[in-house]
């Protein structure tokens, strides 16, 4: 009994972390850009960096502390060497293997589509110049932009909010500009896109391991 509410707990926190949603909030507002991080509903300002505390000057290295780190520092850059060397693919991967592996990326990108929601997306654009005409041209242009991307972004997203507001000011001459933009997307959702496009890869290096390990004993028949 104890075992299964053991495994019984754990598939309950697994269900629950895939159930988060994760995202990014995106604002132009003043003049300034703010982006923001996205857990649960929480806002994690990541630029312009939030004022955090003054850190402490550190104490200088004695001669043989600085000997030591850079021994440390080569060990590991040694280490990542490797680590990059077992995460690339084979020199003698095929264009057509290579065009496959390619397929499974392009296709994993595109499962994001429907998936990934645009909770809010607000733009508010005023046009203005001190020459008339291009106040006006910039108006158009902005209209037919919005018209034409705002059709894309249903097809490709689930567009839940949109404010979009525009005019034109011939007085003031300078435009004025407010936007933003936040994505949301569950945990679940990315895994399992992950998983996916992980097996697939998979398959695909394992058959090419297969085939290179036939060609010395072919060789050798011959």
């Given at each position: 009994?104890?075992?299964?509410?053991?495994?019984?707990?754990?598939?309950?926190?697994?269900?629950?972390i895939?159930?988060?949603?994760?995202?990014?909030?995106?604002?132009?507002?003043?003049?300034?850009?703010?982006?923001?991080?996205?857990?649960?509903?929480?806002?994690?300002?990541?630029?312009?960096?939030?004022?955090?505390?003054?850190?402490?000057?550190?104490?200088?290295?004695?001669?043989?502390g600085?000997?030591?780190?850079?021994?440390?520092?080569?060990?590991?850059?040694?280490?990542?060497?490797?680590?990059?060397?077992?995460?690339?693919?084979?020199?003698?991967?095929?264009?057509?293997?290579?065009?496959?592996?390619?397929?499974?990326?392009?296709?994993?990108?595109?499962?994001?589509?429907?998936?990934?929601?645009?909770?809010?997306?607000?733009?508010?654009?005023?046009?203005?110049?001190p020459?008339?005409?291009?106040?006006?041209?910039?108006?158009?242009?902005?209209?037919?932009?919005?018209?034409?991307?705002?059709?894309?972004?249903?097809?490709?997203?689930?567009?839940?909010?949109?404010?979009?507001?525009?005019?034109?000011?011939?007085?003031?001459?300078?435009?004025?500009?407010?936007?933003?933009?936040a994505?949301?997307?569950?945990?679940?959702?990315?895994?399992?896109?992950?998983?996916?496009?992980?097996?697939?890869?998979?398959?695909?290096?394992?058959?090419?391991?297969?085939?290179?390990?036939?060609?010395?004993?072919?060789?050798?028949?011959?």
């Amino acid at each position: 009994m104890l075992a299964l509410k053991i495994i019984g707990a754990i598939v309950l926190v697994i269900v629950l972390i895939n159930l988060i949603a994760v995202g990014a909030d995106v604002r132009y507002e003043d003049g300034e850009v703010r982006a923001s991080a996205k857990v649960c509903g929480h806002l994690f300002q990541i630029y312009p960096k939030p004022p955090g505390k003054e850190k402490k000057p550190k104490k200088e290295k004695k001669k043989h502390g600085k000997k030591k780190a850079e021994e440390q520092k080569e060990e590991q850059e040694g280490e990542k060497k490797k680590k990059k060397e077992k995460l690339s693919l084979p020199k003698d991967f095929s264009k057509e293997e290579i065009l496959e592996i390619a397929k499974v990326g392009i296709h994993a990108a595109g499962s994001f589509r429907k998936k990934l929601s645009i909770d809010v997306f607000k733009l508010w654009f005023v046009s203005s110049d001190p020459d008339p005409y291009k106040t006006v041209m910039t108006y158009n242009y902005v209209n037919d932009a919005v018209c034409t991307l705002g059709i894309l972004a249903d097809r490709a997203f689930r567009v839940k909010k949109s404010d979009i507001r525009t005019a034109t000011d011939f007085n003031v001459g300078t435009p004025f500009i407010e936007a933003r933009l936040a994505l949301s997307i569950r945990i679940g959702q990315i895994v399992h896109i992950g998983l996916a496009a992980g097996i697939s890869a998979l398959k695909i290096m394992r058959r090419h391991k297969k085939e290179h390990k036939k060609l010395p004993k072919q060789q050798a028949a011959a």
